[in-house]
């Protein structure tokens, strides 16, 4: 199942300040392109604050599988320097958690009843028996 882009919510919330609509805007359309690394994200929250000329994001990525993903920064140039740097994270953490999900194609599943090829058989009684024989 993949999600286009306009069905992903992608909520924008202020922690002790207003977001302008342009900040808002900005803040959903990089969020937008995470979705180029993961088809199956759920939700995305992104939380801007302002601490004493610091600029604060932080952004929760969930993901169908049920991962989450949290990413912090912040920066005193501005949101969006932060959110630059944040989304670069994040970036790396979803593609990490993609990694982890998809079939590599090397891996075979073996079946428990079959013996393992990579060990010698053990050696009955009557085998020993017979090498000690032929070693005599």
Do not use: C, W
Not at 119 to 130: F, G, I, L, Q, S
Request: aromatic share 4%.
């Amino acid at each position: 199942m993949t999600r286009r882009d306009s069905e992903v919510p992608i909520e924008v919330t202020s922690r002790h300040q207003h977001v302008s609509d342009k900040t808002r805007a900005f803040v959903v359309e990089r969020a937008q392109k995470l979705l180029r690394y993961n088809d199956r994200i759920a939700h995305i929250q992104a939380v801007l604050d302002e601490e004493h000329d610091r600029f604060l994001v932080e952004m929760i990525v969930k993901v169908d599988s049920g991962a989450t993903m949290v990413a912090k920064e912040e920066s005193a140039d501005g949101y969006r320097s932060a959110l630059d740097a944040l989304l670069e994270k994040l970036e790396r953490q979803i593609k990490r958690d993609k990694e982890k999900r998809v079939s590599h194609g090397h891996e075979t599943v073996r079946d428990p009843n079959q013996a393992d090829l990579d060990e010698p058989a053990e050696e009955t009684y009557e085998d020993v028996v017979r090498r000690r024989l032929d070693e005599a």
